[in-house]
């Protein structure tokens, strides 16, 4: 079947350093992936994507490949915030549904000043 | 600006009670769905609904049923609340056309407390 697995938080670092949040995923064929962030007492908001395999996705200093041959999708960022305190969700959708996402259990970052 | 609105933020309510999870969203999207969200579980697709008075079951229906009346409103309903439905319930539309991801936009999400 389709899933996605995320590492498991939380995950402490301290501001300015270098962020990895492993994602892989088993789907058939070629999905679009996600990573949606959700910041404390907020609904999710779409951070970035990508459509097909080598495409890099990238926002607000977070970057994303979507690697065919590792089945991965790995979210980045160069050095983070405070602000970046949050929880991060990797998804898919699949291509022969329209409709439906479907949601690592999410990776909680707490960044310290 | 994109907005989905849900009705209540924080709900408690007693084991037995009816209750009624509303969701609105102003972008003219075809596609609506509700969530719940779990500790270690990440999102579980409940219901959704791709038309007005349409809709189909996700990955966990039971214990629940939807209403979609008009396009920009989509009600969760929980017929007779037990305590294992206390959780975060989101809310998110998308639009299905034209090239392109499908991206859905989450309202801000309603904690219900069942008890």
């Known amino acids: 079947g389709n899933s996605v697995t995320q590492m498991e938080g939380p995950v402490t670092l301290s501001e300015e350093a270098f962020l990895t949040i492993n994602c892989t995923y088993t789907a058939t064929g070629y999905p679009s992936l996600f990573w949606y962030v959700q910041y404390p007492g907020e609904g999710l908001q779409l951070l970035l994507k990508a459509t097909k395999a080598d495409d890099k996705g990238s926002n607000k200093g977070f970057e994303a490949t979507y690697r065919k041959e590792t089945t991965s999708f790995h979210l980045e960022k160069g050095s983070v915030q405070v602000s970046d305190s949050a929880v991060y969700f990797c998804a898919l959708r699949r291509m022969d549904s329209s409709y439906k996402l479907i949601f690592g259990s999410g990776t909680r970052l707490l960044v310290r000043p | 600006d994109v907005k989905v609105t849900q009705s209540s933020r924080y709900l408690v309510k007693r084991t037995g009670e009816k209750v009624f999870l509303e969701c609105v969203q102003d972008?003219?999207?075809?596609?609506m769905f509700w969530y719940r969200q779990d500790p270690g579980l990440g999102l579980r697709l409940i219901y959704f609904?791709?038309?007005?008075?349409?809709?189909e079951k996700g990955d966990i229906p039971e214990g629940y049923s939807v209403s979609r009346e008009k396009k920009e409103r989509f009600s969760l309903i929980l017929e007779s609340a037990s305590t294992n439905q206390t959780s975060m319930y989101l809310c998110?539309?998308?639009?299905?056309?034209?090239?392109?991801?499908?991206?859905?936009?989450f309202g801000p999400g309603t904690r219900l407390t069942v008890t």
């Open positions: 609904s791709y038309d007005v008075k349409m809709k």
């Open positions: 972008m003219d999207h075809e596609n």
């Open positions: 998110a539309s998308s639009s299905p056309g034209g090239v392109g991801s499908y991206e859905q936009y």
